[in-house]
């Protein structure tokens, strides 16, 4: 079984940054592509950024593309988030997704763990 925690939310003005964390336990990191999603009130959930195994990799929706950085350290069994230029459609509870097989992906059915969650706000 595979755990995940994500912090590091909160309200941010327009404009500004915030940097998600997301750690992993019950599995070898290193063997696991990791996404980020988000899901704003009243509509679905959408894929943010991906990145594989190895860190190498990485994928982005173009709605967060030269935004939102994605990486990871494996040593410390965590992915990261970083956001800039935040604005007022980033509102939304953005989750950590860990996928444990094949390869990185921006469907989120393909993941397998998912963590509760954290709750990003941007005021304009």
């Known amino acids: 079984q595979v755990q995940l925690v994500e912090s590091g939310g909160g309200l941010v003005q327009a404009g500004g940054s915030l940097r998600l964390s997301c750690t992993v336990s019950?599995?070898?990191?290193?063997?696991?592509?990791m996404g980020w999603f988000r899901q704003a009130p009243g509509k679905e959930r959408e894929f943010v950024a991906t990145?594989?195994?190895?860190?190498?990799?990485?994928d982005y929706a173009d709605s967060v593309k030269g935004r939102f950085t994605i990486t990871r350290d494996n040593a410390k069994n965590t992915v990261w988030l970083q956001m800039i230029r935040l604005n007022s459609e980033d509102t939304a509870l953005y989750y950590c997704?860990?996928?444990?097989?094949?390869?990185?992906?921006?469907?989120?059915?393909?993941?397998?763990?998912w963590g509760q969650g954290t709750q990003v706000t941007v005021s304009s």
């Open positions: 997704a860990a996928k444990t097989k094949g390869f990185m992906s921006s469907t989120a059915s393909n993941y397998d763990y």
């Open positions: 019950g599995r070898t990191f290193s063997t696991i592509n």
């Open positions: 990145i594989n195994w190895s860190g190498r990799g990485t």
